[in-house]
């Protein structure tokens, strides 16, 4: 329990870097803080390494550093029922989940938050995610005075919004566009205004040097570095199917699952140049994998997609209530640059995406997530994915101005024909290679 006056602040500790400095920045404004380390995954990985109990070491590592009590907590069942088992079914229906936005969701902002709350006494749950809110640590200031005249008035406490981070490139709002209002409202994110590199100068400072130098957790917690088509088969039976050209509808060969590949990867087909074959898209009814020639070929290409029902972190947007249609930015990788988009209303709660431009790889499953200026609004699964380039002009894509050589597979957009900075960006592959190389696009709505 806190010391009378002080606020309890319950640091969910990974031990990793982010988290070790959130827990000391909320130590340094005088709050009373506490570590809490969760096991949700006790499997060990390829080379036979129990990766929690190593976390779990350092997370002690980092109270001990900080002088903070540690707990620990054992989420295994939980993170299985909620988010694992959700994940198989999903492959197995043809989509590609995301479970990390769903830890988040179901575990962290959910069992992990009323462990602290009901179990610790918390008043506030703070995390190492790079993301702020509109109120930061505001709520914890408040007196007992105001306590008591917020209960007295029936008015509502004003909704808290989700922020993208200051790193905008380790910005992790994406992986908290799921998360409930009420989890937020007593919620901190202590690394919001800061950068990587500070963070990890303050980590040495403080003694964690072995934290920050601690190699970063890649990709889907629970896969690790393993091989995912390795991994995901001791889950889920293997069942042969046809890889089938879209071009020609004529079968390329055998895979052992659709559920093994996802849209936008190699196919690997034996007997084909490896390099040459992409997938485009999966019938998990049939099992057949569609394939076309090339990484930049039109088929891989959508303009729209229709989502499930919107969860919005604050409320729908007046204007899109309003009007039924929103402009706003998209997002379906954490890392990938914003695109422009139009939301339109499409029914119990849901919305069709019109993006800007075509994005390769748009994918089923996978979370179609909005932002306006620096607020990120929430996000939606996507359901299917609207005509791809190729189904839509397939007669204009070699004379319109959508031109793709199948020759030596490059895609050339006339609309596609900017000089930036001296970069001459006439085609997929500089967009690409110059967005992640930092361009910020600079629309109405500033985002970035
Ligand atoms: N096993 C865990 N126990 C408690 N909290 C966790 C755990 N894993 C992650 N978190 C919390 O979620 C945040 C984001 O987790 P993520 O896995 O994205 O790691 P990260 O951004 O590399 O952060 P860190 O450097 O703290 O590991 C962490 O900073 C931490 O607050």
Redesign the pocket.
Known sequence: MAISGVKHVV??????????V?ALLLKWKGYQVSG?????WDQLDETGVCTADK?CED?RFVCDTLHIPFHEVNFVKDYWHDVFSNFLKQYERGLTPNP?VMCNKYI?FDR?MEHAFNKLGADAVA????ARTSQGDSFLQTTDKDVKKENSSMELKEAVRLLRAVDSWKD?TF?LSQVSQKALQRTIFPLGDLTKDVVKKIAVQAGMERIAKKK??MGI?FIGDRHFQKFIKEYIETKPGNFVGIEDYKVKGQHEGHFLYTIGQRAGIQGYNPRKMFVTDKNPDTNEVFVAPGTNHPALFHQTCMTDSVHWIHQPPLQLIEKEMLDCFFRFQHADPLVKCTLTLAGEGSVIVSLQKPLRALTPGQYAVFYLGEECLGSAQIQQTGPSLYSLNWKQYHSGDWTWNPEDDTAVDENINLEVKGTKLDSWDSWRNFLQGGFKWKGPFNGG
């Open positions: 640091c969910a500790l990974s031990g990793g870097v982010d988290s070790a959130a809490l380390f969760m096991r949700n976390d997370a990390d962290k992990l995390t190492g995610h790079y992790q992986f970063e957790s917690c």
